[in-house]
């Protein structure tokens, strides 16, 4: 192996919400720290975000999906070019690329595993449009061995807080919600806990035309209906023992929808009570999967959900009072970016061939070097 030096990445993310490509100019160094040095929001062009939702819906066809892994791989290769424009080329780029399917779960076709995941954003335009040697694909070799390829932030957050001497619950609450546990007597484990922002959001679209509850401000004004939200909670993915993960395969418009059926009249009442099922969510993941065996000292927020406020104070108000309730940024961490740091530093392990899953959050049978290199 090559003696580890200090490597500047260009990192990019877009997760469930499907916002925006979140892109990031990184310093990563030999002792697994990372610094941002500039991150931005490159939106996708509106035609190929619309697209991208018909893939979520499941109303794209073969033809669709070949074609937009090249137009997302040409909008990755924008976003990196701009940090490129302003700072010049990384050492390499290290991309998630856009999850369009993710299915964890070990059915069988002629006695073969189905499990598999899928990310498009072809690596070869990435890399012929900026010029970059690009790391990505990063959740097949984890399923390869039996593990969810999910959640994989988990290996920069061990990295990160081991060393702080607290018990960690480290929250991220994207579209969906995943927590990392890093304790001073435990082996780090993580699972998705479920939902975060995918049915706020949802809602937010269909009865106020926004794309998000800023803020949390429409979650404010409302009040939560008690009943829908306990029937909310009963749904079987929240009592699934971890290793898990999930996504809008699972959360789906057809599942929201369903759901919906029973919710409350006004929509303000609606977005307050899907903003307390995510809060109440995670802290009864918590209950069920944590405190059992590890006493938390201090809960971390990152996501989009950290800037909800509304949300934050249900969690404040679901959290066991001992408990602290941060967020990344009072740990220099950028809550936007976080995402984008970690891959920058799954990225740097690749490089070096360094083993970057954890088979304790995956469940995989044993460590591997995830990630394929592209030019």
């Known amino acids: ?9 260009i990192a990019l993310m877009s997760g469930t919400s499907c916002d925006s490509i979140d892109a990031g100019l990184c310093e990563v160094y030999p002792d697994r720290s990372v610094k941002l040095i500039k991150g931005i929001n490159y939106h996708y062009p509106e035609h190929v975000r619309a697209k991208i939702f018909q893939m979520f819906r499941g109303e794209a066809s073969v033809k669709d999906i070949c074609q937009m892994n090249f137009v997302i791989g040409e909008c990755f290769a924008q976003a990196a070019n701009v940090l490129i424009g302003e700072f010049g080329k990384p050492d390499f780029i290290s991309s998630h690329g856009q999850t369009v399917y993710h299915y964890p779960f070990d059915t069988k076709l002629d006695g073969i595993s189905l499990k598999s995941t899928l990310q498009i954003g072809e ?3 990435i890399s012929q449009k900026t010029g970059c040697t690009v790391i990505s694909n990063f959740r097949e070799a984890d399923m390869a061995q039996n593990g969810q390829g999910a959640p994989l932030v988990c290996f920069a957050d061990e990295s990160w807080f081991k060393s702080k001497k607290k018990n960690f619950a480290i929250q991220n609450i994207g579209g ?4 990392t546990v890093v304790s001073q007597n435990y082996d780090t484990f993580g699972f998705d806990t479920g939902l975060g922002n ?13 794309t998000y509850d800023k803020d949390g401000e429409i979650a404010a004004s409302g009040v939560v209906c008690d009943n829908w939200l306990e029937l909310l909670l009963s749904d079987e993915y929240y009592f699934i023992e ?11 418009p057809e599942y929201i929808e369903n759901t919906l059926k029973y919710a409350p009249e006004k929509p303000e009442d609606i977005i307050a009570t899907v903003t307390a099922l995510t809060a109440k969510t995670i802290t009864q993941s918590y ?4 405190y059992t065996n590890v006493d938390i000292d201090e809960a971390v927020i990152c996501g989009g959900g950290a800037y909800n406020k509304t949300l934050m104070k249900f969690l404040r108000k679901y959290l066991p009072k001992h408990i602290g309730l941060t967020t990344c940024e009072d740990y220099e961490i950028s809550n936007n970016f976080k995402e984008v740091m970690a891959f920058a530093l799954l990225g740097y392990c690749t490089y070096y061939g360094i083993q970057n899953n954890l088979p304790c959050c995956t469940g995989a049978d044993k460590r591997v070097v995830l990630g394929k290199i592209t030019g």
Request: a positive charge.
């Open 123 to 125: 690596s070869s335009v």
């Open 287 to 290: 209950e069920r999967f944590i």
């Open 242 to 252: 971890p290793p898990k993960s999930t996504g809008r395969e699972y959360f789906s």
């Open 198 to 210: 995918i049915m706020i959001d949802y809602c937010m679209r269909k009865y106020f035309g926004k």
């Open 1 to 9: 192996m090559n003696e580890l030096e200090v490597k500047k990445v």
């Open 176 to 179: 969906i919600s995943n927590v």
